[in-house]
């Protein structure tokens, strides 16, 4: 079936390190996918998408590239700060009104 | 995207009661979803709350266990039943699309819910 993998948490990083949090996916088809954060006490927020191979997904200096070969849609930024410290999900769904499946999450804290 | 209001944002209950958990959306929204969100996991999908007929479900929940209720195409209540400690979670309403041009997924806040 579907699912979504990431790299185990939680990551530990100093105030402007570069950051990758690994998502690899098992999906027949050409699924969407995306990364979404939760802060602390907060809901969940989209943080970027791609809907077909080889799309970039961008935002707050986070980027993550929808690679079809090697099913995956890895997390970068080139310098972190403390307040990106929070929960990364790696998602993916099918078509309109499919349902999101969620990867397992990975806490990101960055130290100053 | 459009912006949902859930309620409550946490509680505390006594084994064997339940709690009701209100979503309510600025717009008028054709899917909305429950998950939950246990202690250090990610999110499973609960059930499809459907206007006007019952709800899909997700294997492993049931709709004893977890009635769900949408009575238009701007709210939803999902009810945890005969609560147990295991029940503790953080339940998370989303919804897909709201406003004209959007077609992605929004989330709640989430109810925080401890059963003691």
């Known amino acids: 079936g579907n699912s979504v993998t990431q790299m185990e948490g939680p990551v530990t990083l100093s105030e402007e390190a570069f950051l990758t949090i690994n998502c690899t996916y098992t999906a027949t088809g050409y699924p969407s996918l995306f990364w979404y954060v939760q802060y602390p006490g907060e809901g969940l927020q989209l943080l970027l998408k791609a809907t077909k191979a080889d799309d970039k997904g961008s935002n707050k200096g986070f980027e993550a590239t929808y690679r079809k070969e090697t099913t995956s849609f890895h997390l970068e930024k080139g310098s972190v700060q403390v307040s990106d410290s929070a929960v990364y999900f790696c998602?993916?769904?099918?078509?309109?009104?499919?349902?999101?499946?969620f990867g397992q999450g990975t806490e990101l804290s960055v130290k100053p | 995207s459009a912006v949902i209001s859930q309620k409550p944002s946490r509680d505390i209950c006594q084994r064997g009661t339940s709690l009701t958990i209100q979503c309510q959306v600025d717009s008028q929204v054709t899917m909305m979803f429950w998950y939950r969100q246990q202690p250090g996991q990610s999110l499973t999908l609960i059930a499809t709350?459907?206007?006007?007929?019952?709800?899909?479900?997700e294997s492993g929940f049931v709709i004893d266990k977890f009635p769900i209720s949408r009575p238009n195409l701007t709210f939803s209540t999902l009810t945890v039943s005969n609560m147990s400690p295991e029940d503790s979670s953080i339940y998370l309403c989303?919804?897909?699309?709201?406003?004209?041009?959007?077609?992605?997924?929004?989330f709640g806040s989430g109810t925080r819910l401890t059963v003691v």
């Open positions: 998602a993916l769904h099918y078509n309109q009104g499919g349902k999101l499946i």
């Open positions: 989303s919804v897909l699309g709201g406003a004209p041009g959007d077609n992605g997924y929004t």
């Open positions: 709350a459907n206007q006007g007929s019952e709800a899909t479900y």
